[in-house]
């Protein structure tokens, strides 16, 4: 089989599993606090690792190397993977935060598939009942709970400004532009930049009105409040608060995979200005949060330290 139609077949699996993981219904959450469709594990890892499984196990006749089994199965990953993007199936973040780890079991596959190869008795009819294992293992998913990861992020600046006119910027952030924000990877990968973050009294307290592009807005209710000191948040998500395309259902903050927790700052005076700090408590929820967390504490800690830039730039402006 030439290599152009193995590569042709190998990403039109990968786009009807990701067709069969959205629409099909037993791949729908058995429970709220289950995981679903393409979230589930069984996508994640064993769609690509059988894309390379099969790549290199279909040019077996080729006597294939071990760089081709590493680097082959990429080819119909990627084009599978542009599928979805052309098709609307999956936005930006998803693409880019699944990558990596497409790229790593289609590699894996890849070695998998060689090694079968050199076995030559693998039948037909077992080759293709072994595509179907994501759907059997993606039904038997969406009946496990989810586990809830927490985690912490903390980061630190110096900025030579008083104490007062940090606070100040916290609690009254207007007109922020998306150069002030550069540098964060969140924000290059499709993250909402945020516009405005202003502070306002209410019944029994105040809260932080946020609004991000996209029309992103929501409240953070403050829990914690010791003037030009101190001031924590907890995160108040509406069903209104993120619109349709504003970001992939898969990361949406304060939904089943992604939370924010609470949010604190703590300004201390030090020579020169002031010592700014901020811990951020958030979620993961996936059942291969070994991977989903070390991407929630990349892009976490990265949102963080480009917050912490902006309030440097514009307290020591002011």
């Given at each position: 089989m030439k290599k152009r139609t193995i590569f042709a077949i190998g990403a039109g699996y990968g786009l009807l599993m990701r067709l069969l993981f959205a629409y099909f219904p037993p791949l729908q959450p058995f429970g709220q606090e289950a995981a679903s469709g393409p979230m589930l594990g069984s996508f994640v890892v064993l769609v690509p690792l059988l894309i390379g499984i099969y790549t290199v196990y279909s040019?077996?006749?080729?006597s294939p190397s071990a760089s081709f089994a590493i680097v082959a199965p990429w080819a119909p990953l990627f084009a599978f993977v542009a599928g979805?993007?052309?098709?609307?199936?999956e936005g930006s973040i998803c693409i880019a935060l699944a990558f990596p780890i497409f790229m790593l079991?289609?590699?894996?596959?890849?070695?998998?598939?060689?090694?079968?190869?050199?076995?030559?008795?693998?039948?037909?009819?077992?080759?293709?009942?072994?595509l179907m294992l994501p759907l059997l293992t993606g039904y038997a998913e969406t009946h496990v709970q989810l586990p809830q990861q927490l985690s912490r992020s903390t980061e630190s600046v110096h900025i030579a400004a008083k104490p007062e006119v940090v606070w100040g910027l916290i609690n009254h952030?207007?007109?922020?532009?998306p150069a002030e924000m550069r540098g964060g990877l969140a924000y290059a990968i499709g993250l909402p930049y945020p516009i405005e973050a202003v502070t306002q009294p209410v019944a029994g307290g105040r809260v932080r009105k946020l609004r991000w592009a996209k029309d992103?807005?929501?409240?953070?209710?403050?829990?914690?409040?010791?003037?030009?000191?101190?001031?924590?948040?907890?995160?108040?998500?509406?069903?209104?608060?993120?619109?349709?395309?504003?970001?992939?259902?898969?990361?949406?903050?304060?939904?089943?995979?992604?939370?924010?927790?609470?949010?604190?700052?703590?300004?201390?005076?030090?020579?020169?200005?002031?010592?700014?700090?901020?811990?951020?408590?958030?979620?993961?929820?996936?059942?291969?949060?070994w991977y989903a967390a070390w991407w929630g504490r990349v892009l976490v800690d990265d949102s963080a330290r480009a917050i912490l830039r902006f309030y440097q730039r514009r307290s020591e402006q002011a």
């Open positions: 040019a077996r006749g080729q979805t993007a052309l098709l609307l199936i079991f289609s590699s894996l596959g890849g070695v998998i598939g060689m090694m079968l190869g050199k076995l030559n008795r693998i039948k037909t009819g077992a080759m293709n009942a072994l952030a207007v007109d922020i532009q992103v807005h929501f409240d953070e209710p403050i829990t914690a409040w010791e003037e030009n000191r101190y001031i924590q948040w907890t995160y108040d998500f509406k069903p209104e608060s993120f619109p349709p395309g504003a970001l992939d259902d898969h990361v949406l903050i304060g939904g089943r995979y992604f939370d924010l927790v609470d949010t604190s700052y703590r300004l201390t005076p030090e020579a020169g200005g002031t010592r700014l700090d901020i811990v951020v408590n958030y979620r993961v929820s996936t059942n291969f949060n």
